[in-house]
Structures are given as C-alpha cells and as structure tokens.
C-alpha cells in the first residue's frame, strides 16, 4: 500500500504548541486518504519549535496532493497550535511543501494549499477554485472595514488588540502595552521622580539636562550641544526624522511678505531674495496645515498653544541650509512679525523652538501616524480580505504587513484614543490630531507615496544643487532595489499585461484601497485598477516601500532629534510672541513643557525608537511562503542589492559627527510595527 510522509513543523514562539488533538487527511486529485490522528494528548508532539515525522499509509495512490485538512480537536481546553508548514513525501518519492504560517485556534479544520503560487487564472478545477473562494469568504467576514473618525482612512473594526483575528495579533501582548512600555522607559531613563510634576516649570536649558540621558557620541547629544545654532535647525529639515517637508521656493508667498531688505545680511551671493529665489537658492516649510487646529484643553490647569509658523530658509555659498526668516502665524500683519537671525538672540531662538513644536505634531500627526501607520493598515487589511494565501502577490507582501494592524489597534486603544497617552504632553492631543488628520487627507495622493515622484515634486531631486540630503539619496536607492525585486516577482507570474489585467483579486485589492483607503476620492490620484506590469511593479514599490523604509525614516530617529526638548517641544505653554524685543529666557523656559510632559515626551519617543526583539529586517524572509525557486533567487537579489546599499551608507557615514542611517537597509524593519 502506498506510504507519504509527512513532517510538521510547529512554530517557536511562546505557547505555539499544542496538546490537542490533530487529524489529518491529504486529498489528491485521484482520490482522498482517510482522517489520520496523528498527535493524541501527552505524546510530546507538536512542541514549540518541533518537527515531526508521520507515515500516512493509504489504500491505493491519490494522484497528485492538492490538498492537506487539518483538524485540532480539544483535549481539555483550547490549546492554540502554530503551525508553520508542513511536508509531504509521496510515494515516488517528490516532496510537496504546504506553508501555513498560521494559528490554528479552534475546532474548525483547516485546508492547505501546496506552497506553489498561483493566479486566479491558473485554478482549473472546481476543487481549488472553490477553496480559494472559501479563504477569501471566511477573511473577509474577519477583516472589515470600520470608520474610527470621519474622513480618515478605514481602519480594522476591532475595538481591542485582543478581539483581533489570533494571525495578526502581537505573540506577547505585554510587549506593545504602551501605558507599560512608557511607564518602563521612564524608569529605566531615571526620570519617573518627574512624571507627575505637571505645571512645574524647568529653570532654564540646563536644567532639561536632568531629564536628558546623554549617551556619548550620539545624535541625541549633538543636537543637545548644537541645538540653538542655525546650520542645526536648517540640517533637520533634510535629515531629521521628518525630512518631507521642505521644498524649493519658487515664488515668494503673499502671505509671508518677506524683503530683499530683511535678509540681506543673510544672502551672500549680492543677489536680491528674488533673483536668489529664482536661482534656486531658497527653500520653504509651510505649517499651514496647523492653522485653525485646537490645541489640547484636556488640562484646565495647562493653557496650550499651537502656532501655524511659515518658514524661509536659503542656501549659502557653503552649500549649508539655513533658516533666514520666520512668520509664526499665517496671517501677515504687526501682530505677527517676521522674525530673523538678525533679531534679538532670543526673540530669534523663540522663533525657531515654535518651528520645532510644530513641526514635531506634523511628524507625529501627519508624517508619521497618517502617512506610514494609517495608510499602512489600509494595504494590510485589503490584503486579508482579497488576495488569498495561494495568491504571488500574498506572499509577497505578508511579511511586509506583520504586526501592523496590532500595533495600530493597541494605539487607537491606549495612545491616540480619547484621554490616551499622547493628550499627556502634546498640545495636538485632545482632539486636535484627529483634525489634523482629516486635513491632511487631501494631500495623501498616490504619487506623494511614490519615492523619486515626491522628491521631484518639491524641487529636492538635484543632488548637485542640494548635496547633503541623505534622506533623498538613500531613499532613492531603497526605492530602486524594491523596485526592482517587485518587476522579478511580477515577470515570474504575469507574462503580460494581459494577465495583470484579468487577476480579478490584484484588482480587487486595488479597488479596496481605493475606495475604503482614500474613500473613493478621485483627486487622490489613487489607481482603480492596474492595467500594466509597470504600474503594478511600482504599486507594489509604493506598498513595499511605505511599510518598512519610509516608516523606518520617520520613526526611529525619534530618540534622536525629540529627546532633547527644546529642540522638539510637544506642546507650547505660552502663545507665540507677537512683538519683538520682549522675549525673554524666563519667557522661553515658560513656554517650553514642564517637568511632567517633559517626563512623559521622553518615554514616548524613547519607547517609539526602539526595535522589536529578533527584528525582520528588509529583505528577510524566514517565513517561506514561496517554494519556487525564481522568486528565491530574486530574493537573494534583492538581498545582495540591500547589502550592497548597506555598504554604501556605512562607507558615506564614516568619521561624520552626524550619520544619516535611518534608511539604512539593515536598520529597515519590514513592516510597521512599532
Ligand atoms: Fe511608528
């Protein structure tokens, strides 16, 4: 009689084994085997991290395996099982892989698919068509779309981490508890004796010093030591964590009246701002999107402000970037002076540090959060809900939506919620970030996602005009090797564009995102649907490449450049200044958080820095959800292209006081996770 054998792999997290009951049957297109018990209670099988080994004997051959059933039955209570894959050795000796890489939970069975990917095109018989059918069915009942707050993206209808689908939960609840992960940072930087001094000023800059965790020669203790200077404030407009904002000025706005005559001592090429403006020498960060935001009033004892600063900056004869005019608010008038570097010391440092505030909520709020997070969820869940496990695509982009849909549902449940952490220290809490989202919705179009596109759009693309802008040269590299894996994974599965056209579930994808990601919203320039492998390859780049390297460039230089205060303040105690010539040191340290929110600012970005443990870098793959052998060599392209753009960077960074790393392919998680 013939004999398969058949291995198990169970997974190696915590609680991944499983004490139940398993049966098993294999279906082969000439027949089907019969249910196998192959692990009762207490015969050690199915252990965390284990591999095991079972003869299934049948009567007569079954043809070719086309399915595997699973099915875990209680012993005694439920014991959740992770199963990573199984193997079949069949009689001729050929061996079938069948990836699952899922938790199986209940009594419900399972069917698997052997691993080979395929189209919806290439499912001929009604057995696979209807199990590809019942995949998306049973997803699309657990994946669905619910509106946390009007005109946002949609979100996961999950109130809690726990009532999240077991496959996409965090393997260790605690680890992502925020009011945990906070509470810790706090104490392990020694500075929890200050988290319930609210309204407690600081003396003055030295004193935020007690807060501070210097750690030597980092980039956190560089920006405490060169914060006030202007090269400093001008440099993290191209390399900080939030390097999206600036953009060439093209023409000088009516609303920021600034005068060849205000910055002539700031311009060196004897050039009026015009003509200097025409030669490209001049930049612009506008906060508009600030303007009419409420600042946070959850504190009655905390007065907050929130200012909507234009700012110019110019680049000199040394190719430095630097600030040479701020306007705090966007209305020009006596009431809101421009202020320059030629002003008083601190009336020009005051000026700066509200830039700073602000531009800390649009990282926050915008950059970060809508753009990375949000947007991030949305190609998660309409991954889930159309594209099955059998399908390239799938299994292209699963690793890349790891933990995504947690993370955001822990913090719309602790963090960004009503009363959350983050209404603590930041004077967009309370309501104000959530306006600032649906603001900023009407700039997230398609090709603001799309790397190269975006640089261009801002004037930023000339690397011989703008030399020192890490961010973009990085970007660009990053960009082109996930470009380039996507076109190899795309070549292996669509001969032509023709069969881009007829994959009903690529389309379907598509369509999600469209219509619950940018609900419908024409001008968000998002496709309906993909008619080319060109466009399909630079889709999958603006996915691939949102979820893992521009979230790794806004998120993990948040130590960084918001850990020490003044440069980053989360929330203003005082409104800006309208004159000039009052302000004063007592004045700054007045405006800047208190001991408390400065306590609670610091966990934050502390905790927000860091990496999981046995992080997934780009281009790690551990999880084998392709078997066939083209899509592994152009993974092991891709990898040799990343390492190869490691190189680089490490090479660039050498002997520099300030490293740009972020984008670093070796510190790029795959997907958004924290
Ligand atoms: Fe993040």
Known sequence: MPSYTVTVATGSQWFAGTDDYVYLSLEGAAGCSERHLLDKPFYNDFERGAVDSYDVTVEEDLGEIQLIKIEKRKYWYQDDWYLKYITVKTPLGD???????????????????????????????????????????????????????PGFPLSIDAHSHSELPRDIQFDNEKGIDFILNYSKAMENLYINRFMHMFQSSWNDFADFEKIFVRISNT????VMQHWKEDFM???QFLNGCNPVLIRRCTEIPKKFPVTTAMVECSLERNLTLEEEVKQGNVFIVDYELLDGVDANKTDPCTIQYLAAPICLLYKNLENKILPIAIQLGQKPGPENPIFLPSDAMYDWLLAKIWVRSSDFH????????????LVSEV???????????VHPLFKLLVPHMRFTIAINTKAREQLICECGLFDKANATGGGGHVQMVQKAMKDLTYSSLCFPEEIKAKGMDSQEDIPYYYYRDDGIKVWEAVKSFAED????????????????ELQAFVKDIYVYGMRGVKASGFPKMIKTREKLAEYLTVVMFTTSAQHAAVNFGQYDWCSWIPNAPPTMRCPPPTEKGTVTIEQIVESLPDRGRSCWHLGAVWALSQFQDNELFLGMYPDEHFVEKPVKEAMAKFRKNLDEIVSTITERNKNKKLPYYYLSPDRIPNSVAV
Not at 219 to 222: A, K, L, M, P, V
Not at 362 to 373: C, D, F, G, M, N
């Open 219 to 222: 980039i956190s203790e560089y």
């Open 362 to 373: 649009i990282h926050q709020t915008v950059t970060h959060l809508l753009r990375t997070h």
């Open 489 to 504: 994974v795309i070549r292996i599965y669509y001969e032509n564009d023709e069969v881009v056209c007829e994959d009903v």
């Open 379 to 389: 190609f998660s869940i309409a991954m889930f809900r159309q594209l099955p496990a």
């Open 95 to 149: 061996y079938l892989e069948f990836p699952c890489y899922r938790w199986i939970t209940d009594e419900k069975e399972i069917v698997l698919r052997d691993g080979r990917a395929k189209l919806p095109r290439d499912d001929k018989t009604q057995i696979l068509k209807q199990h590809r059918r019942k995949e998306l069915e049973d997803r699309q009942k657990m994946y669905r779309w619910k509106e946390w707050h």
């Open 233 to 235: 404030f001008g440099y």
